[in-house]
């Protein structure tokens, strides 16, 4: 059995991480968390996550990267932008998750048993290639990449009526443009390139 630690020293803290999120989440806010916890009193997710709201904001402010980036929380917030609301400190929670979600895909340490993260990746991916996503292609993506194709035997009977009343197409979405999209989405240059 491996004897899990609890104590983090300050040298293993990310100090530059309240920053990252900071651009990241387009939230300079954060700084003004009181830590008063109406943001985790306010979601309806709370009870099923193992950090409420109120102790990634803290988690955030303090360096604790891995912490945050590894917690199940920023996967289950379901958006309703409750906690954001009712924040007296008008923080921008719900934007705070998406960046840390953002951040945990880049770097891989996502919980690998939630298919959120795939369908993240499978959507950006869709998006970036052809300007939209297609339903039917991302939902089959979604089961395939998440060693899951089971599960797409109970979403059949689902899927043929959307695709019988016309809801759902077999055809792969495009917009015109796809060259224009991709100068838009590439990276800017940096000066003395």
């Known amino acids: 059995m491996e004897i899990q630690r609890k104590i983090k020293f300050e040298e293993e803290l990310a100090r530059d991480f309240l920053d ?4 990241m989440s387009h939230c300079e806010e954060i700084d003004r968390c009181i830590q008063c916890g109406t943001c985790s009193s306010s979601c309806p997710m709370a009870v099923y996550m193992d950090h409420p709201p109120r102790k990634i904001i803290a988690f955030i402010k303090n360096g604790f990267k891995e912490e945050a980036l590894k917690s199940f929380t920023i996967w289950l917030c379901s958006s309703c932008y409750t906690c954001q609301v ?6 921008k929670i719900t934007d705070v998750m998406y960046a840390l979600k953002r ?5 891989k340490v996502y919980p690998h048993q939630f298919a959120i993260p795939v369908l993240a990746q499978e959507m950006q991916r869709m998006i970036a290639k052809n300007g939209r996503s297609s339903e039917l292609w991302l939902i089959l993506n979604l089961y395939l990449k998440s060693r899951n194709p089971w599960g797409l035997l109970k979403m059949a009977p689902t899927g043929l009526a959307l695709l019988k009343t016309g809801r759902m197409s077999l055809k792969r979405e495009k917009i015109k443009n796809t060259k224009q999209l991709h100068q838009i989405l590439k990276p800017p240059k940096e000066e003395g390139q």
């Open 20 to 23: 990252e999120i900071k651009l």
């Open 86 to 91: 009712r924040c007296p400190a008008k923080i």
């Open 103 to 107: 951040k945990a895909i880049q770097e």
